[in-house]
């Protein structure tokens, strides 16, 4: 190699950044070169212009190609293309199949709430969110019926879990919320959207914690945190009351809770904390992890039985009936 290649070399390892393949699917022409890091080196893979096709993303796919590299001014830029998708999108979801729908904008919320969480001071980005997941409470209070295959194609596009993991919940816990036919489409809204901004302190994590299989006490007080740095930065940023805003500072609480104090714990944080904690830890158990291999819905459902307790026993009748629905 020589020096100017070097060079070049050099620049690039401090100029790129990483971008998934499943932030290809909602462009039509690549808009920037994609480059593969193979024996130290940085080489284009595929030039800008190319058309991003079926054919293209399943050759990705076939290859397990699962990332890319950008340079960081085609990265800013891409983001910015995303963010305006995902308002487009939120904006005309009442025209079209209900159905493509919700999948795309399942999953154009999942990018955009990632790049809020690499930058969590982006008041812009923030409150796009805050609208789109509004949008997207009455959307699906209109077509309940493709809550569970947005669920579904979620999980196929393999986001990070700390992606995915609060908008399943909160797809599960609008369809239930829906069903009981007990609270206004006011306090569902708010609900859904609680659920879904719960865990952006997770973007205070460095990636590496995510992974590891054996924490420290430390780090397990660090993962734990993320409650409450959630609350921290949503106060004052957008219109959700302080009561919400305590149910995200708490909706580990009761996960965390002994069983001896689960009932407790319940009517401490009330029947929607209750709602938004074992929604949450139904879609971690029955999804993969890094250090742990999913579990069915049933032993999932078993799991969170002693925190509904004797008081919310109807409830639970209601929600295995709801999951064996939602799941099958």
Known sequence: M???SAIYQEHLLYDMRKISI??????KFLPFNLYSYTEGLFKVNVTSGTAVTMDLLRLFLVSETWFFYIQKKDYDEHKL???RQLRDLSRSLSVGHPSQKAIAITNLLGLNLNYFYQDTTDDELLQLIFQVVKN?????GQNQDYLSSAYRELLTGKHHYKISQPILSAL???GFLIGQRVFTAKEI????????????????IPEEKFYKKNLNKEEIELLSAHAEHSEKILEGRIPLTPEYLQIISRHHQMGNSSLEKVENSAQLCGVETLLITITDIVCAITTDRPYRKKEGIFPALEKIRPLMGKEYSQEFKFLVQYCRNFFN
Request: without cysteine; neutral net charge.
């Open 189 to 204: 809204e708010n609900l859904f959207l609680t659920a879904i901004l719960k865990d952006v302190g997770m973007g205070l």
């Open 2 to 4: 020589g020096l100017h």
């Open 22 to 27: 499943r932030e290809l699917f909602f462009l």
């Open 172 to 174: 599960l816990l609008l």
């Open 136 to 140: 997207m409470a009455q959307f699906f």
């Open 81 to 83: 293309i995303q963010r």
